[in-house]
């Protein structure tokens, strides 16, 4: 089956707004403009493609296209981001720039919550910021038996509790950082990194972080 075309931001919603198209294939066409999201239900932005019971698994291929000027804010809501939960999903060849987004935990730019063999391929996140209280990253918040190659994040990253970091919140359970790097800022203690936050048995392999971290981590 081909993949569906993306090419707006209405496009974009129509993915969103439905959960039986959440396991579905799409390509994106052009750089989409969704700085309409700041007026969306009553100022709480974007509404993401995944939660904590129905998750993304189709895939989404960017086309080295960007999203931007996303726009979230629910600072009570867990699973946050373009994506709130991927569960065995690709999504790739993807940026998102100039996003703000607010919310509780697993919050990231590009997903929230990725698990079970999601991978997350030539992605990157830019000139945006991030607020929530933990599990808070430029990329994605949580990475649980999942891979991130050849990404890169460029993102402020504010977390009131803990577990942040300039690309991925977390990782864990055999999860694998690989060929990417992060730059920007991480105000959060503790578990603060310039890449990950907590990182728990899994691997990091040729990385690298220049952003400044403040609070107690490295």
Not at 49 to 76: A, P, V
Not at 85 to 95: E, F, P, R, V
Not at 131 to 136: G, H, K, L, N, S
Not at 154 to 172: K, M, Q, R, Y
């Amino acid at each position: 089956m081909d993949p569906y075309q993306i090419g707006s931001l209405e496009n974009l919603y129509w993915i969103a707004e439905n959960t039986d198209r959440w396991d579905d294939h799409y390509q994106q066409t052009a750089n989409i403009d969704a700085s309409g999201t700041s007026t969306w239900f009553s100022g709480e932005g974007w509404s993401p493609i995944g939660n904590s019971s129905t998750k993304f698994t189709g895939s989404y291929d960017g086309g080295g296209y960007t999203i931007n000027n996303l726009y979230i804010n629910r600072s009570t809501d867990d699973y946050q981001g373009l994506f709130g939960s991927a569960n065995g999903a690709y999504i790739s060849n993807l940026g998102i720039e100039g996003a703000d987004i607010t919310g509780k935990r697993q919050i990231g730019c590009l997903i929230g919550w990725s698990e079970y063999s999601t991978v997350i391929y030539r992605c990157w996140s830019v000139n945006s910021s991030l607020t929530a209280e933990a599990y808070a990253g430029g990329l994605t918040g949580y990475l649980r038996e999942s891979e991130i190659n050849q990404c890169f994040a460029n993102v402020i990253v504010t977390a009131s509790l803990d577990l942040a970091g300039c690309l991925v919140g977390g990782a864990n359970s055999f999860s694998t950082i690989e060929n990417s790097y992060s730059r920007g800022s991480v105000d959060t203690s503790p578990y603060a990194g310039g890449i990950v936050g907590l990182f728990d048995g899994s691997q990091m392999i040729n990385c690298y972080s220049t952003a400044f971290i403040d609070g107690h981590g490295g």
